[in-house]
Nanobody, 123 residues
Framework: QVQLVESGGGLVQAGTSLRLSCAAS????????MGWFRQAPGKEREFVAT????????YYGDSVKGRFTISRDNAKKTVYLQMNNLKPEDTAVYYC????????????????WGQGTQVTVSS
């Protein structure tokens, strides 16, 4: 089992930045790719970004490309999501997840999920 805990969410104004963190614990010896998803009220969960175990490969959803950056520090067992130029439409609960498959954008490919952290962007 792998446990994931997100942090760093909050209420910010449009145009500002926020960095989310996701700390992993448990059976983290396996080489998991990591991803971020988000879910806004009344909407389906949406893929945001993913990163391979080595960090060499990243992929982003169209709505965040150029504004968000995913990274990881395997020594700290932590994945980050740097969010710049935030917009009100970025308001959502953000989830991190672990997958045994690199490059996955589909929810069903992720084996472990965190509880989520709320990000609210005011206009």
């Amino acid at each position: 089992q792998v446990q994931l805990v997100e942090s760093g969410g909050g209420l910010v104004q449009a145009g500002t930045s926020l960095r989310l963190s996701c700390a992993a614990s448990g059976r983290t010896s396996s080489s998991y790719a990591m991803g971020w998803f988000r879910q806004a009220p009344g909407k389906e969960r949406e893929f945001v970004a993913t990163i391979t175990w080595s960090g060499a490969y990243t992929y982003y959803g169209d709505s965040v490309k150029g504004r968000f950056t995913i990274s990881r520090d395997n020594a700290k067992k932590t994945v980050y999501l740097q969010m710049n130029n935030l917009k009100p439409e970025d308001t959502a609960v953000y989830y991190c997840a672990a997958s045994r498959m690199a490059g996955s954008t589909a929810e069903y490919m992720y084996n472990y999920w965190g509880q989520g952290t709320q990000v609210t962007v005011s206009s």
